[in-house]
């Protein structure tokens, strides 16, 4: 399909599929990506591959975040540490802005309660195999329920207070795993939470929770200094 001569100034496309998508001769000044999915495959911009750029600034702009493709037991414990630490950080800074939504976006609290819902799907529900692994409070994205997700086992949080509680025992609960965890352990597979017939060694699941968690802090800090600004 082909656009030409189209305006799309002004236009925000969200959760669309623009994969293999080319753009030429167009202005594109101003224009903001933001896909956490990005370092997956080659992003072109006047024929270079941005990625390894964009990869590097992120990685200048939150220290530690390289360390999440650790692949041994203690690059695992040390990158778990390096992301527990930023968003301690980060905490104090969204007082009085938690439940602020910028853009339609998740809200800080929201955005913790999805991370309870990270840890839940691929922690506790693919490498340890628990039948009902959801906190009741977790979020689930917003694929979860269109494409037949459960979601009478949710509930609102009573208050914020619960939000950071349950935040920080699922936090607990994955420094605890890898404190134990082995080599071989870690080449063991499990099914995909998702697509239960696709096949990820514990490893990789563990790897998707860290970007996870670094994905979704560097969209809590763009919000937060948004919410600030105004």
Excluded at 52 to 61: A, C
């Amino acid at each position: 399909m082909d656009f030409i001569e189209q305006d799309f100034s002004g236009a925000r496309f969200v959760r669309c599929d623009f994969s293999k998508a080319v753009i030429r001769g167009s202005n594109a000044a101003g224009m903001e990506i933001d896909d956490h999915d990005i370092p997956e495959l080659p992003f072109l911009v006047n024929g270079v591959d941005v990625v390894p750029y964009v990869e590097s600034e992120l990685n200048r702009r939150f220290p530690g975040r390289e360390l999440k493709s650790a692949t041994r037991p203690a690059g695992l414990r040390e990158a778990w540490a390096a992301v527990e630490a930023a968003w301690a950080e980060l905490l104090p800074r969204a007082a009085g802005h938690e439940d602020v939504s910028i853009d339609d976006e998740w809200s800080f609290a929201q955005t913790l309660r999805h991370l309870v819902l990270a840890t839940n799907a691929w922690l506790h529900g693919a490498v340890l195999g628990r039948e009902r692994p959801f906190h009741p409070i977790g979020q689930p994205f917003a694929e979860y329920e269109p494409e037949g997700g459960d979601m009478s086992g949710f509930r609102d949080p009573e208050s914020y207070e619960e939000v950071l509680a349950v935040r920080a025992e699922h936090q607990a609960m994955v420094r605890h795993y890898l404190a134990t965890v082995t080599d071989d352990v870690l080449a063991e597979t499990r099914s995909n939470p998702w697509a239960p017939d696709y096949e990820m060694t514990v490893l990789a699941c563990l790897q998707v929770i860290l970007n996870e968690e670094w994905a979704h802090l560097r969209y809590a800090v763009r919000d937060l200094e948004i919410a600030s600004s105004r």
